[in-house]
């Protein structure tokens, strides 16, 4: 009697073991995240700021970085995530006339101005854009079709009548603003057409030459919008206010981003900015 009430009970608790193993086995609830897909023209701030933010709120944000152009085809193509934050304006307007932007969430997050990016110490003593046309001299851009400073550069070249002299020079096309800042402390070339920040990225490899302001065609701005493809659009949102917060903004100064527009007319008075959408 005593045995068979021992297999009873044993066949019991393996049946409820079968029963409650799933409860047991099941992964836990995810934690809420987003997917930024954006342009690389401010990868530190956005690396500090994701982790800020899931401080904060508990939201893993999760970014696509590269060059503007790529990353938008990427997005497009694959009609997924949160939020499109380019290196520049003219993206943007590329993004919203695809329509996979909320065009009312549309917001300005800092500003930036082209600028000559060298090694530390000036080695061939580059002090303007005629410069770049030094024989021998190693340059690189970003590639002008897919990548937001390649854009200006090759403008801004172009507009100075030194686009096909420079152009003799360049050894290299770089496909992100990450990848066109490294140029530098990598010794890859011996100067470039970058973001004014690209310094701020690398202080002690790099240094930079502002470019004579009269000559300095457009500012650039980084601004981003929830995409349509968006599933939790309000969580999204929160994260580019959030992006614009008090809580980022002593980032993005430590990096050296302009947070209007009267900043970077210090060194590029009479330039155009794209209208935003």
């Not at 409650?20 to 809420?32: D, E, H, I, R, V």
């Not at 990598?186 to 004579?212: L, M, Q, S």
């Not at 065609?217 to 995409?227: N, T």
Request: proline share 5%; with cysteine; aromatic share 10%.
């Amino acid at each position: 009697m005593l045995l068979r009430t021992v297999i009873i009970f044993l066949i019991g608790a393996i049946i409820g073991a079968l029963i409650t193993a799933p409860l047991y086995l099941a992964p836990a609830t995810p934690s809420k995240s987003i997917t930024v897909f954006a342009g690389a023209a401010a990868a530190p701030v956005y690396d500090e700021a994701a982790k800020l933010f899931k401080d904060k709120y508990g939201v893993n944000v999760e970014f696509r970085l590269g060059g503007s152009g790529s990353v938008l085809s990427a997005m497009k193509i694959a009609k997924t995530g949160d939020l499109f934050i380019p290196g520049s304006p003219e993206f943007l307007l590329e993004a919203a006339k695809s329509n996979i932007l909320d065009k009312g969430s549309v917001k300005k997050l800092a500003y930036l101005v082209p600028a000559i990016v060298v090694q530390k110490g000036n080695p061939h003593n580059i002090t303007s854009l005629e410069d770049l046309s030094k024989p021998g001299l190693r340059v690189g851009i970003a590639d002008p079709i897919s990548v937001c400073v390649g854009l200006y550069a090759k403008e801004l070249l172009e507009k100075n009548g030194l686009w096909e002299s420079v152009k003799r020079n360049i050894v290299v096309y770089a496909q992100s603003c990450d990848a066109t800042a490294a140029l530098i402390p990598t010794g890859a070339v011996d100067a470039i057409i970058g973001w004014h920040v690209f310094v701020d990225w690398y202080p002690d490899k790099a240094e930079r030459v502002w470019i004579e302001p009269s000559k300095v065609p457009k500012i650039g701005y980084i601004a981003g919008a929830v995409s349509v493809f968006a599933e939790d659009k309000v969580l999204a949102k929160k994260f580019l206010d959030f992006l614009a917060s008090e809580d980022v903004a002593g980032i993005w100064a430590r990096y050296g981003y302009f947070a209007s527009e009267q900043e970077a007319r210090q060194y590029a008075p009479n330039a155009a900015i794209e209208d935003i959408i």
